[in-house]
């Protein structure tokens, strides 16, 4: 079997939605769109879950359903793709310039709830 060449995929190579074109603004790289929304989908539950647990608004046993709902969407589901992300933001910038605040989201505001 004969394999095709290996090609790195060119940034704009396809249509961009409104929504892409929104958070493309912000960072340096298209091609870093996925951990956008990647983010963004930990940010949405990890985060907010793992604030839940660490107060007393959750009583008796759904505390235990809780944290192992959390366990597992964060070790089957979301460590991975974020081990990637958090690896590759850190060789070189994920936001532009600008916004260069924003660079310190990934690791020190996802990063302790993973």
């Given at each position: 079997r004969v394999l095709g060449?290996?090609?790195d995929p060119v940034a704009g190579a396809s249509k961009l939605s409104s929504v892409d074109r929104f958070f493309a603004q912000?960072?340096?790289?298209?091609?870093d769109l996925p951990f956008i929304y990647l983010s963004l989908q930990i940010f949405c539950t990890i985060v907010p879950t793992g604030l839940l647990l660490?107060?007393?608004v959750i009583p008796g046993y759904w505390w235990y359903v809780v944290a192992v709902a959390n366990i597992l969407l964060v070790s089957l589901y979301f460590l991975g793709p974020y081990t990637l992300m958090l690896h590759l933001t850190s060789h070189r910038r994920f936001y532009k310039n600008e916004y260069s605040f924003m660079n310190k989201f990934v690791p020190w505001i996802i990063g302790p709830f993973m």
């Open positions: 060449p290996i090609t912000f960072i340096r790289d298209e091609r660490f107060s007393s």
